[in-house]
Structures are given as C-alpha cells and as structure tokens.
C-alpha cells in the first residue's frame, strides 16, 4: 500500500498538530555564552549531561552538542 502526502494531507496534519494542544515545538539552542558556561560545568563540575539538559531547560543532545561546539573551536 502506496501514501501520498497530498497538499490537503499536509494541511490537515498541520492543522491537528497546531489544534492539538501538545507541545511540539524545541527548546531554542544554546547561544555562545550558554554553550561556554555549559562547557565550563560538564568539565569542571563533573555534571552529567542529562542534569545540565534540566538546569539549562533543553535535551541532552542539545547539551552534547553544545559541549563539542566549544571543544571544537580553539
């Protein structure tokens, strides 16, 4: 069985995620500044990424590249 992602399926879709009261949207990225106090933290103060996620309010992967962004750059 074939789907095709009609423009009315995509409207339709959009409309039940913008009507549905979930929240779908992602937490901003980290600006420069976060991103180096995050490094500073998960380096010095031992504090596992999960626990940085929740302090800082975003995901872990969002903290994990935050940490190799900064790293990256000398």
Do not use: K
């Not at 180096?36 to 999960?50: A, P």
Request: hydrophobic residues 35%.
């Amino acid at each position: 069985m074939t789907y095709t992602l009609t423009t009315d399926n995509l409207l339709t879709l959009a409309n039940i995620i913008t009507t549905s009261g979930l929240d779908h949207h992602h937490p901003p990225s980290p600006g420069v500044l976060t991103s180096v106090q995050i490094t500073i933290l998960y380096l010095q103060e031992n504090i596992r990424q999960q626990a940085l996620a929740n302090i800082f309010g975003t995901y872990q992967p969002t903290i994990s590249r935050a940490i190799n962004n900064v790293l990256r750059h000398p």
